[in-house]
């Protein structure tokens, strides 16, 4: 029991990806991490509002009817965003929240957190679905802090707004853009495989990709045929 917890806690860590496996959050991913004071703020609203959607999702699963179960879950992770929009608005730094913006109400539509209401939270415990949505945003925080700082060093030579190197006076343009965000994501994508690759020939294996991870186990877009 302990081993299959820990398992729903760790794999959204890198065997389960969001960003790096599942490619979900593309949006924010690409748009937020020019810092990675901004990365590291919208991960962790995505991680309260993927915890308390699924804890709640979860339980009212059992007798939520099918055919409107969606719509259910998108109002309970909306009630979840304006919550944290809230708090954020009250307490976080007024420039985080402003670079944030439209982002933090979009959480409502981001796939990674409908994709765990309807793949994950329904179908498990309250406590497996809690432990997967903490462990899928901690590895979503974890990315977009990643790419938010390697962004940002390779723009101004700083991370989290200190500069690390002082006579960097000009600012590098390519990787604080959306061209350049795109070649980053590329290059930690091939390293990502590079590696998983070699770790299967070490161990003597076939690299194979993570089981499951196809529109067969999500459902979504299969709202019609319940209809």
Known sequence: MKNTLFQDFSKGIWKENPVLVLLLGTCPTLALTSSAANGFGMGIATTCVLAGSNLVISLIAGFTPKKIRIPVYIVVIAGFVTVVDLLLQAYAPSSLYEALGIFIPLIVVNCIVLGRAEAFASRNTPL?????????????????????????????????????????????????????????????????????????IKAHRLYVPPQGLNCHNCGICRIADDK
């Open 128 to 200: 497996r679905s809690i432990l997967d949505g903490i462990g899928m945003g901690l590895g979503f925080t974890l990315t977009l802090t990643m790419l938010g700082m390697i962004r940002e060093f390779l723009t101004c030579g700083a991370v989290f707004g200190i500069k690390l190197i002082p006579s960097w006076t000009v600012d590098f343009l390519l990787p604080g853009a959306a061209p350049g965000a795109f070649i980053i994501v590329g290059c930690i994508l091939a390293l990502k495989s590079y590696f998983n690759r070699r770790a299967a």
